[in-house]
């Protein structure tokens, strides 16, 4: 913001501009032939000389901003050399020589083409040098001199961000730092007060200040209140010229919020709450919710809920839900209107993250009354316990009663109740119960080896509404009674060597029990009655429910006795005392001397011939083997007596090829021809069935023409005309087969069934004149070679 810069330009130029003519209307820089020496001359001539070469230059001072018409003088080089007579050429290099300086190269003079900015370049450093045009030869080495451009107040401050941000906790204390703001001024600051910079508050007043030098920003009130006002806007002016007038400015805003400290506590919007709950409202259902209100934010505003007393507080319980900061009331006990119909309870909020300097403000917690109303329900039926356990001897009698269970309806009209058991969990109906008084009484019969346990459900139903009803399970454990005898353990079959000695053991025998006696099994073993004192075997018990079998006497032959039955007694010693007979099976056997069995009986035999188990086996099967290859054998045999004996081209006797066909109708004219009966001598060719297989691979035998055989044309007419006129005849569709053999053969019949009834022997030579075809049965019959065969 540039507010004053016309005036402040004019000012420093007229200032500066009577500094440069009062002191040096003309600046010379002079260049002594003999001595070299620099000099600064004026227009009277006179010349400062030193004593020895050195260079001793004054810096050229040149104002910034110039905007004057004609170019700025800035100063004028010379040398004893010059004689003005032209001769001379002054040249000018370094920073903007040509370009912002020029240089006349007669006169020296020294000029400013363009305005110059100090905030640019405060600095140029330029060489200057003085040669001879006709020569080219350089009169004067080369010298350095420096020109300074001179500040004027042509910049404002500016801060380093258009726009601040920044918080102060709320109810802090007046004089808390804030925020620094920081401006700067591109005007030289070593040189007057144009970069001089004092910062003032423009709008936030009263609630802040700034300070003029560090520009930091600071609270002006004390407990400023985040809940009454959080957003604040500060205007920062930022001066130079030290704020005096005519001073350049600049602004800047600075956006101060207010954080939140726990300066509130929590507050219920009313004291009392009203809530009501079903008597059958299960554990953990909510009842409602209550919340306090607090004008603090965040974590400040973090409430905690509790029960603080009340006649409730052991039967509810209250959470906190930290999304909403609600506090949800529930049920922490079963309720029961007809146990207590009203609660009351008294609940506490309080902050979570209370701030200790803030406590002289009061507790940061409230409290209010809760009040919880209970309805009343239908409630199923409720028994006396959760569960129930009942022990019955499994020797009971049907209809014996062994147990009760019990319920009532919890509610005021105490209605009937009715039982029953689920037959889901009794499926055998073994157990039943009284439906009014709930006795449990026994159907059939128990066994406690069968079933130990029985698991059965008990309902009990409302009677005026049966859909209220509550289960519970029984447990009816079958308590053991002694009602099983004890038997062998398992069946014991063992032997005795026939060289046995007296009181050698033989077998070690053991008992199991199916009945379970509560200090556990006792078994006594000994003989029965009936063979006390037995003379070949003894019983010895060995009071651990074991007994040894012992030999007494010497030697055993099994030519005598091959098997002994030793009958032995066991008993257990539970009430009532049960028994029973196991006979143990006692075999003789030869042993070796050490008294390892060797043969038994039959097996014996078998194996003192030294043949193995493994022996037997292969035998057996060598005779399977040899039975199976008879068989097949005998078959193959049966199979070939059935092939013909004659099996050749020469064969006399007529083939007949089956064609298992029965014809396809009028249509078909490729599976039958009927002019082959009309004309039986078709039959000479040979022909053969196209829709069918022939069964043999003999060549049809050719006969003799059967022209003159024409009865056959006349039988079939016949027999066509009676199924023509028969009403009982098959429908046309059918095929009616006739067996129908033909004349009798001119050569008479050739069986051999005839000769029975003839006497003598019958003269076959008769076939020889039948030509070649009959050759073979010529050979056969005719002659008496054949019957000497």
């Not at 004054?58 to 010059?82: A, I, M, P, R, W």
Request: proline share 5%; glycine share 6%; aromatic share 8%.
């Amino acid at each position: 913001m540039r507010t004053c810069y016309c005036l402040s330009f004019l000012f420093w130029t007229s200032m500066l501009h009577v500094v440069h003519m009062t002191s040096s209307p003309k600046r010379t820089i002079k260049y002594s032939q003999n001595g070299r020496i620099l000099g600064l001359s004026q227009d009277d001539g006179k010349t400062l000389h030193r004593s020895k070469r050195g260079w001793m230059w004054n810096q050229f001072f040149l104002l910034e901003e110039y905007t004057g018409s004609d170019t700025q003088y800035v100063g004028k080089l010379h040398t004893d050399q010059d004689k003005e007579d032209g001769n001379l050429k002054y040249i000018l290099t370094g920073d903007g020589a040509g370009s912002l300086f020029i240089i006349d190269e007669n006169t020296g003079d020294i000029h400013a083409a363009k305005k110059l900015d100090r905030e640019e370049k405060s600095l140029y450093v330029l060489r200057a040098k003085a040669i001879d045009r006709k020569t080219g030869r350089q009169v004067e080495p080369e010298s350095e001199f420096i020109i300074k451009i001179h500040d004027i107040n042509d910049n404002e401050p500016k801060f380093t961000k258009d726009m601040y941000t920044a918080s102060v906790p709320e109810m802090s204390g007046v004089g808390t730092s804030v925020i620094q703001v920081t401006a700067i001024d591109a005007d030289d600051a070593s040189y007057g007060n144009s970069a001089k910079v004092v910062y003032s508050i423009l709008q936030g007043q009263p609630y802040f200040s700034v300070d003029p030098e560090t520009g930091i920003i600071k609270t002006a009130l004390p407990d400023m209140s985040r809940e009454n006002r959080e957003q604040y806007q500060v205007v920062i002016q930022a001066k130079d010229m030290g704020g005096q007038m005519g001073g350049l400015s600049g602004t800047t805003t600075v956006n101060i919020t207010l954080t939140d400290v726990n300066d509130n506590p929590p507050r219920f919007p009313q004291s009392t709450y009203q809530f009501s709950s079903p008597e059958s409202a299960s554990l953990g259902t909510p009842l409602g919710r209550i919340k306090a209100n607090d004008l603090d934010v965040g974590e400040n505003a973090a409430i905690e809920y509790s029960i603080s007393n009340g006649d409730g507080s052991d039967m509810f319980d209250i959470i906190t839900d930290k999304d909403t900061q609600e506090g949800i009331i529930t049920i922490k006990k079963q309720l029961d209107f007809e146990t207590k119909m009203l609660y009351s309870l008294r609940v506490e909020a309080a902050n979570t993250h209370p701030d200790p300097r803030f406590f002289h403000l009061g507790p940061f917690k409230d409290t209010a009354l809760i009040k919880v109303s209970v309805e009343d329900v239908d409630e199923p039926p409720m028994f006396s316990r959760s569960s129930y356990l009942i022990e019955v001897d499994e020797d009971a009698k049907e209809g014996t009663i062994i147990g009760q269970v019990i319920a009532q309806d919890p509610d005021t009209t105490k209605n009937a109740i009715k039982y029953s058991v689920d037959r889901h969990t009794d499926l055998d109906r073994i157990f039943n119960i009284h439906s009014g008084n709930g006795s449990i009484f026994i159907s059939k019969t128990l066994d406690r080896e069968e079933t130990p346990w029985h698991n059965i459900t008990v309902i009990a139903t409302e009677i005026n509404n049966p859909k209220q009803s509550s289960q519970i399970p029984v447990f009816i454990r079958i308590l053991d009674i002694n009602d099983h005898a004890p038997e062998f353990a398992k069946y014991y079959e063992t032997f005795v060597c026939e060289n046995a000695k007296a009181g050698q053991l033989v077998q070690t025998v053991s008992a199991v029990d199916k009945d379970e006696p509560p200090r556990g099994h006792k078994f006594f073993f000994e003989l029965v009655p009936e063979f006390a004192v037995h003379p070949n075997f003894s019983v010895v018990d060995n009071k651990d429910n074991t007994a040894g079998i012992l030999t007494r006497r010497n030697g055993y032959s099994r030519s005598k006795m091959s098997t002994y039955l030793l009958p032995v007694l066991i008993f257990d010693n539970d009430y009532p005392i049960q028994s029973s007979t196991g006979t143990l099976t006692i075999r003789v056997c030869a042993c070796d001397s050490r008294g390892n069995m060797q043969s038994c009986n039959a097996e014996a035999l078998l194996l003192s011939a030294g043949l193995s188990t493994g022996a037997l086996i292969a035998i057996l099967l060598c005779i399977i083997i040899l039975l199976v290859l008879v068989v097949l054998f005998a078959a193959l045999k049966r199979q070939r007596k059935k092939e013909p004996l004659i099996i050749s081209k020469d064969d006399v006797r007529d083939n007949i090829v089956t064609y298992n066909d029965e014809g396809g109708g009028e249509e078909d004219t490729q599976a039958f021809d009927i002019g082959t009966l009309r004309n039986p001598e078709a039959r000479e060719e040979s022909k053969m069935r196209r829709d069918v297989i022939p069964e043999t691979i003999f060549q049809i035998r050719r006969t003799a023409p059967l022209w003159e055989n024409i009865d056959v044309q006349d039988f079939i007419q016949r027999k066509l005309k009676e199924n023509d006129l028969d009403p009982t005849a098959p429908p046309y569709d059918s095929l009616a087969t006739y067996a129908y053999e033909g004349n009798d053969s001119i050569a008479n019949s050739l069986s051999s069934l005839e000769s029975l009834t003839m006497d003598g022997n019958q003269d076959y030579d008769y076939l020889s004149d039948w030509g070649p075809r009959f050759k073979k049965l010529a050979d056969m019959y005719g002659g008496d070679d054949s019957d000497g065969d």
